[in-house]
């Protein structure tokens, strides 16, 4: 069984168009993620919820909405998508916060190219 | 004061050599240090970590070295494998906190 599921694994869009990004995970964690990653590799954060309630929003565009309808899911809607948004984005959980050395659990990655 | 810097951003090693990457952090505060792995097409996935209470981990091959003092971490790994070519991510973070803070990864090629 995967941990942690996201779909699609692969989308190819035009620009202007509105795409969403699911994610399940089935670690019974508290906490999921999505991050960000672009093609010099660098992981960004945006986003993160801890059973249900958004506790990080870092500084992306208004056009991505996080939504979280039970603790074991968390989707990604973007809007209006842009050149600049293809990247892959990560899905990932993990038990909680850091300080009892917790490890966070990524999906595979969802690639998402805007043409 | 929130980074973490790493080096270097590529790196190759001979089969059979020592794969060594560093990271340094400005933040005190920071009291957990992993490392993350991730091979082309999947998520990074953890590799081993580190708390400032110790200044050496080992898990087979892969050691973690901490520097309290110098606020710096590396990663060793011995007898390095064309397997263990993947980029590197090193990370911090403190206390209850839920939020890592990621260095800028580093791709490590071993040539057979």
């Known amino acids: 069984d995967t941990a942690v599921s996201q779909t699609p694994k692969y989308l190819v869009t035009q620009m202007g168009n509105d795409k969403s990004i699911k994610c399940e995970q089935n670690l019974g964690h508290d906490t999921m993620y999505w991050y960000k990653q672009d093609s010099k590799k660098f992981l960004k954060i945006m986003f993160s919820?801890?059973?249900?309630?958004?506790?990080i929003n870092e500084t992306v565009p208004n056009r991505f909405s996080p939504k979280s309808p039970d603790k074991a899911h968390l989707n990604l809607h973007i809007n209006s998508l842009e050149l600049g948004d293809s990247a892959v984005y990560f899905c990932?959980?993990?038990?909680?916060?850091?300080?009892?050395?917790?490890?966070?659990?990524f999906g595979e990655g969802s690639w998402l190219t805007v043409v | 004061q929130q980074q973490v810097k790493q080096s270097p951003q590529s790196l190759i090693v001979q089969k059979g050599g020592i794969s060594i990457i560093n990271c340094a952090y400005e933040?005190?505060?920071?009291?957990?240090f992993p490392w993350y792995q991730q091979f082309p097409g999947k998520g990074p996935a953890l590799l081993i970590a580190i708390r400032p209470d110790v200044s050496e981990k080992k898990e087979g091959r892969f050691t973690i070295s901490f520097n309290k003092s110098a606020k710096q971490f590396s990663l060793h790994i011995m007898d390095s494998q064309p397997g263990d070519s993947a980029t590197y991510f090193c990370?911090?973070?403190?206390?209850?906190?839920?939020?890592?803070?990621w260095g800028a990864g580093t791709k490590l090629i071993i040539k057979p």
């Open positions: 933040n005190t505060a920071f009291d957990y």
């Open positions: 919820y801890n059973n249900k309630e958004l506790i």
């Open positions: 990370a911090a973070s403190k206390g209850s906190n839920y939020q890592l803070i």
């Open positions: 990932a959980s993990s038990p909680g916060h850091f300080s009892s050395g917790n490890t966070i659990y």
